[in-house]
Nanobody
Framework: QLQLVESGGGLVQPGGSLRLSCAAS????????IGWFRQAPGKEREGVSC????????NYADSVKGRFTISRDNAKNTVYLQMNSLKPEDTAVYYC??????????????????????WGQGTQVTVSS
């Protein structure tokens, strides 16, 4: 069964950086596009970034463009989210999930949660001084 596990969250000061990892177990990740989502307290879950199965196509929410970079290493079965210039409003639980939607919706923003499955358990990111 497809399982994704996020890691790399933590407490960081504004302007700092973190790199999140999304690792797959029990299968190879290279057949799947992967999306990163986040959910802040009291808010809806929102898509943050998405990467195609080959890594050749990426997309981002406007709120993180220029600050976050998604990448993947299929040899390590892992997708990464490098987050720079973090702001307090980036505080949220971050999740990764595998795309299972219709191809023409691949990595189209806003990402639809219904297009994704095999959600990880999430990793907390807190940006605070």
């Amino acid at each position: 069964q497809l399982q994704l596990v996020e890691s790399g969250g933590g407490l960081v000061q504004p302007g700092g950086s973190l790199r999140l990892s999304c690792a797959a177990s029990g299968f190879t990740l290279d057949s799947y596009a992967i999306g990163w989502f986040r959910q802040a307290p009291g808010k809806e879950r929102e898509g943050v970034s998405c990467i195609s199965s080959s890594g050749g196509s990426t997309n981002y929410a406007d709120s993180v463009k220029g600050r976050f970079t998604i990448s993947r290493d299929n040899a390590k079965n892992t997708v990464y989210l490098q987050m720079n210039s973090l702001k307090p409003e980036d505080t949220a639980v971050y999740y990764c999930a595998a795309f299972r939607g219709i191809l023409f919706r691949l990595c189209v923003f806003p990402l639809e949660q219904a297009d994704f499955g095999s959600w990880g358990q999430g990793t907390q990111v807190t940006v605070s001084s």
